[in-house]
């Protein structure tokens, strides 16, 4: 982990509340594992005062050299919305990689297959992973869900990876109508059940319960990756602390990524 000022690449708004800024930091990229988590000092002023913690969405790569690394945000507060007014050429205080991450071991079996399931901006994460996930061979199934059409993030992104791409919407203007939890169960019930199957998730805390219980159901190792405010994003102020089945462990330090069986709802 490195505390660096990058360069700011691109700022650029997708949709809605939501942006892409790629950063010039080629040590975070190289460092780099899909689930890990960056703090940016969002502001030159003291308000907010605390980093922020933003996924790697994916790694920017110029030729064969790895140039650094793109979030993906939502504009929710102050310090977000002052990340949405950065430019390209200013620089920004980031420290990472940080946290855990997703573990990309081939299941013990022939026949692996990895299900992601994303709320939201819980996509930001996701990307990399099935970029990842990819490169290992692995058969990959994607699951996006948001609250209405103009919300579905990368669903470009996931089809580079995957022809397998699935969306649903809560009111149903693309895609299936209902949770995406909903979808899981639907398409679980149409594919063959050969596969040793794990299931990597980011969204909302509801939609992480609903798919942990499906996945106990089956059976299926589950990866989620959970958020919490936090101040230090290293482990040091205890702010972020999870209740597991094997004590309180860090958001920040242990995680975000945990397995879905150690949570305690
Ligand atoms: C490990 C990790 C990875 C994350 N990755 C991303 C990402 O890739 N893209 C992205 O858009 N967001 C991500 N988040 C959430 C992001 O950190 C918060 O949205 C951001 O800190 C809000 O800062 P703010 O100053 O704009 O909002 P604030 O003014 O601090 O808060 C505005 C609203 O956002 C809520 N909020 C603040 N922090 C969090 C948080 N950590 N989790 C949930 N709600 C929060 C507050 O309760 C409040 O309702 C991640 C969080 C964690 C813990
Ligand atoms: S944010 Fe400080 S311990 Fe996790």
Request: net charge positive.
């Amino acid at each position: 982990m490195k505390d660096i000022k990058a360069k700011i690449l691109s700022n650029k708004k997708v949709s809605h509340a939501y942006y892409n800024m790629s950063l010039d930091a080629p040590y975070i990229a190289r460092a780099a594992k899909p689930g890990q988590f960056v703090q940016i000092k969002c502001s030159d002023s003291m308000e907010p005062l605390l980093r922020r913690p933003f996924s790697i969405h994916r790694l920017k790569a110029k030729g064969s050299r790895l140039e650094g690394i793109e979030i993906l945000y939502e504009v929710v507060g102050k310090g977000t919305k002052s990340l949405s007014k950065k430019r390209e050429g200013e620089f920004l205080d980031v420290m990472g990689p940080l946290g855990s991450g997703f573990s990309l071991h081939r299941p013990l079996s022939l026949e692996p297959r990895a299900i992601i399931i994303a709320g939201g901006i819980g996509a930001a994460p996701l990307v990399y992973l099935a970029e990842e996930l990819k490169k290992n061979k692995i058969k990959t199934i994607v699951l996006i869900g948001a609250k209405t059409k103009g919300f579905i993030l990368c669903e470009k992104d996931f089809k580079k990876v995957t022809s397998e791409v699935y969306v649903s919407t809560d009111d149903g203007t693309y895609g299936c109508k209902g949770f995406v939890s909903k979808l899981f169960r639907k398409i679980l019930k149409t594919t063959e059940s050969k596969f040793e199957t794990v299931v990597y998730v980011c969204g909302p805390a509801g939609m992480l319960r609903c798919i942990a219980d499906i996945c106990r159901e089956r059976n299926f190792e589950c990866q989620e990756s959970m958020e919490e405010k936090m101040a230090c994003g290293i482990g040091a102020c205890l702010g972020c602390v999870v209740e597991t089945k094997s004590g309180n462990k860090l958001v920040c330090k242990d995680g975000p990524v945990f397995d879905a069986k150690e949570l305690i709802w």
